[in-house]
C-alpha cells in the first residue's frame, strides 16, 4: 500500500480535501468522505437553509471502492486498486481513509477499472473534455458512454409515496467517434441513428440486425453490430 502511495504522489498532480463543511453553498470539491455522502450540508444545487440534508444515491459510479485495474500513462502503466470514478467532478479518486480521497491528474492517457475502459474526449464546447467509458474502439468508429449525474430534489408534500427524498440520479449518453476524422457525435439508441451510420453497408448490416436478431437498446448487441461492420 505504501509503495502506491508513493507512486501516486510521484506522478500525479493531487489534493488532500478538508472536512465537510457546515455551512455555505456545497463546493463538491470539498466533498471528502465517500461513505458519508448522504450526510452533506447544504446543498450546492438547492436554496435550502444551511442544514444537514440526507441524500439518497451517490456521486460514484461504482457502488463499493473495492475496484481493481490499472492506468496508462506516459507509455506507462500503474496498478489500482480502492478506486473511484466521481461523475459529478468528472474525476478518477483514490480512497486513502475514509475521510480523505487523492485525485488522479485529468491528463490520464487511459484508465482500466472494473473492466471498464476510461478515456478523455472532447465532447462540446459547453462541455469540453469529459471521461467517456470506450464501449467499443475500432479502426473507423469508437462506440462510448458518458456518465451524468444530477440532483432530484424532495417534493414538497411530506405525504407523498414517491419522490419525498432528495436523490443523487444517474444518467448516461452515448457518442460516435469517427477515428479516421477524430470527430465525435452524439447518437441516440435508435434504429434510425445506427442504420444512418452504416449507410455505405445499410443492407448488409439490416440483414445481420435481422438475422441475430439485434436490439438496438442494448449495449452487447450494439458493439455486434460495430464489429461486424468492421468485418466487412
Known sequence: MKNLMYCLI????????????????????QVVDSNRLND??????????PKKVEID?????????ENFGWLKHDNKKYVL????????????????????????????????????????????????????????????????????????????????????????VKSKKYYINNNVTNTLLPIKLKKKDIVALFSNKENDINSYIKKNKISYKNESDLIKIFKYYESL
Open 57 to 65: 444515491g451517490s456521486l460514484y459510479l461504482f457502488d463499493t471502492w
Open 81 to 168: 486498486r480502492d478506486v473511484n470514478y466521481n461523475i459529478l467532478m468528472d474525476q478518477f479518486e483514490y480512497k486513502i481513509s475514509n475521510d480523505s480521497v487523492f485525485i488522479f491528474d485529468n491528463n490520464i492517457d487511459l484508465i482500466y477499472l472494473a473492466n471498464k475502459n476510461f478515456k478523455k474526449y472532447y465532447l462540446d464546447a459547453n462541455t469540453g473534455n469529459k471521461y467517456c467509458e470506450v464501449l467499443y474502439e475500432g479502426s473507423s468508429y469508437s462506440l462510448l458512454k458518458k456518465y451524468d449525474v444530477r440532483l432530484r430534489e424532495a417534493g414538497p408534500n411530506p405525504l407523498m409515496l414517491k419522490g419525498n427524498s432528495n436523490e443523487f
Open 10 to 29: 510521484l506522478f500525479f498532480s493531487i489534493h488532500s480535501f478538508g472536512q465537510l463543511i457546515t455551512d455555505g453553498p456545497l463546493d463538491p470539491k
Open 40 to 49: 452533506i450540508w447544504q446543498l450546492r444545487f438547492s436554496e435550502q437553509d
